[in-house]
């Protein structure tokens, strides 16, 4: 079945610079790439997502980008705002029976530092 | 639109009880997920349901676990014989039409097994 791993766990940055993080997958089937950000005590709330005809997808101040060859997707944000302190999944999916089940990674906590 | 609600936010129970969550997706939804989260990971995929059919069941779904959904709307998520290893956030998502594969999620229900 799908694996994804992501990486780092953890991430401090200073308000005002940049933040990645990377998404690796296994099953070249999967063609749904989703970024959710969680806030303490709320559920995942979608940010950007990217689908597997796509190569790179910006919104404002994020963007995704995927390489299908390497099996793996990142998450930018620039211009980091103390708002963006949260947790941050990737996830990759599969269609099932017309639907897409999502497999997550484990999360990265970000921390904008003033 | 207010989004997919669950109930209770919160459950705190004796090992060996039994206890029932609510899900309810946002109006016209008519595809439901269930996930399970622990500390510090990421959300697992549960349960799927298409209007009142269930589709796929993960195998982290033990026959102490039913979902159902009997009307195509609302859905409830019981575990029997609750155990400590039981203890998790249970996220509930919904998806508007098969052409779309954005998951909604709700802000889940805290389960916490003495």
């Known amino acids: 079945g799908e694996n994804v791993e992501q990486h780092p766990s953890t991430l401090s940055v200073q308000e005002g610079d940049s933040a990645v993080i990377k998404c690796t997958y296994s099953?070249?089937?999967?063609?749904?790439f989703p970024w959710y950000k969680q806030e303490l005590g709320k559920g995942p709330q979608l940010i950007i997502d990217?689908?597997?005809?796509?190569g790179e997808k910006k919104d404002q101040r994020i963007a995704v980008t995927l390489n299908k060859t390497a099996k793996h997707f990142s998450l930018h944000i620039t211009e980091t705002q103390p708002e963006d302190s949260a947790v941050y999944f990737c996830?990759?999916?599969?269609?099932?029976?017309?639907?897409?089940?999502?497999?997550f990674g484990q999360g990265t906590r970000l921390t904008i530092n003033p | 639109d207010t989004g997919v609600s669950q109930n209770p936010r919160h459950k705190i129970t004796k090992r060996g009880q039994n206890v029932t969550f609510r899900c309810d997706p946002i109006?016209?939804?008519?595809?439901l997920y269930w996930y399970r989260q622990t500390l510090g990971q990421g959300p697992e995929f549960l349960t799927y349901?298409?209007?009142?059919?269930?589709?796929?069941k993960s195998r982290l779904l033990s026959d102490r676990f039913s979902a159902e959904r009997p009307k195509g709307s609302f859905s409830t998520l019981e575990i029997q014989r609750t155990e400590q290893g039981d203890s998790a956030m249970y996220l509930c998502?919904?998806?508007?039409?098969?052409?779309?594969?954005?998951?909604?999620f709700g802000p889940g229900t805290r389960l916490t097994v003495l």
């Open positions: 998502a919904s998806t508007e039409t098969a052409s779309t594969d954005t998951q909604y």
């Open positions: 099953d070249s089937a999967s063609n749904y």
């Open positions: 990217i689908r597997s005809n796509v």
């Open positions: 996830a990759a999916s599969i269609g099932v029976q017309g639907a897409q089940k999502l497999v």
């Open positions: 109006s016209e939804h008519n595809r």
């Open positions: 349901f298409q209007n009142e059919a269930q589709l796929e």
